[in-house]
């Protein structure tokens, strides 16, 4: 029951977390942190630098999802009902 509860914690809290930045928002960021890389608006390498950074978000949140899955998943219900045979 408390992994359920720690669980539920996590989650909320990863939550909180990305509601704080708007769509817009993050892009400025990404683009910043790009910017500050060395790469150039409008270039192919900046392009590819916004979506590396995208994609290792998609994959942060795919591994989290992954984890809370592992807490919440129940085992699967085993109906055991002897045969009996009579010969």
């Known amino acids: 029951m408390s992994l359920k509860i720690l669980?539920?914690?996590?989650?909320?809290?990863?939550?909180?977390?990305c509601q704080t930045m708007t769509p817009e928002e993050?892009?400025?960021a990404d683009e910043?942190?790009?910017?500050s890389y060395g790469f150039k608006r409008n270039t192919d390498a900046f392009a590819a630098c916004l979506q590396r950074i995208d994609l290792d978000r998609s994959a942060e949140m795919r591994a989290r999802d992954a984890e809370f899955a592992r807490f919440t998943a129940r085992p699967p219900v085993v109906i055991y009902r002897p045969v009996v045979?009579?010969?």
Not at 7 to 17: C, E, K, N, Q, R
Not at 32 to 35: E, F, H, L, P, T
């Open 26 to 28: 993050r892009r400025a």
């Open 7 to 17: 669980a539920t914690v996590i989650v909320a809290t990863l939550l909180a977390g």
């Open 85 to 87: 045979v009579k010969q």
């Open 32 to 35: 910043a942190k790009c910017s």
